[in-house]
């Protein structure tokens, strides 16, 4: 995991050739949640299984920038700011959600998606129902259950990217694949 080498721009260049489904920068509100839900099912119709999970997964990482961006839109009413992507790859959908973090949370982050990397699928099961009971931490208002869920979900591990910026603030960005329904799949290549 090259947390800290993320070059936020080269990423974004290089996922702009591929076929995007969603790709927004800016303030977040319950009402483009809403419109963005919306899109979200209608383009994944055709896949209905992948398409719940896809859409699972997109508003538990909306939900993160909403409660943990600490950029603010200063107009109107001070939005949480963020950035949100979904891609469409021949095998598989990429999540790419991105935030203002500050500094100081890099390591707790690091540390929180190492944990749920080296689990599997039962022993994020029961990491999660430890979460629950655990008493939630200064600055999270699920305590991770979120991210445990989104990894139970998405069946493959979380990516987390890193830009340190001068200052007290760096990006955080987040990737979730999800893999494509393999009966799909084979019959687009058939």
């Avoid at 931490?137 to 259950?145: D, L, M, N, V």
Wanted: proline residues 3%.
């Amino acid at each position: 995991m090259s947390v800290k080498d993320f070059n936020f721009f080269e990423y974004h260049t290089q996922i702009n050739r591929n076929n995007v489904l969603l790709s927004y920068k800016g303030p977040l509100t319950d009402v483009l949640l809403s419109e963005f839900s919306r899109d979200i099912r209608k383009k994944l119709q055709e896949d209905p299984k992948t398409g719940k999970k896809v859409f699972a997964i997109f508003m538990e990482l909306a939900q993160n920038v909403l409660y943990y961006s600490k950029e603010v839109n200063h107009f109107g009413n001070k939005d949480k700011v963020g950035t949100l992507v979904i891609v469409d790859t021949p095998d598989h959908y990429k999540l790419i959600t991105g935030n203002l973090v500050f500094k100081t949370a890099i390591d707790r982050l690091v540390s929180k998606f190492e944990v749920i990397n080296s689990l599997d699928r039962e022993a994020l099961r029961e990491y999660k129902r430890q979460l629950r009971n655990d008493p939630k931490g200064e600055e999270s208002k699920g305590a991770g259950i979120g991210l445990v869920q989104v990894a139970l979900t998405a069946e493959n591990q979380l990516e987390i990217k890193i830009k340190e910026f001068p200052g007290d603030f760096a990006f955080y960005a987040l990737v979730v694949n999800v893999r494509k329904n393999a009966e799909v799949s084979e019959a687009e290549t058939a």
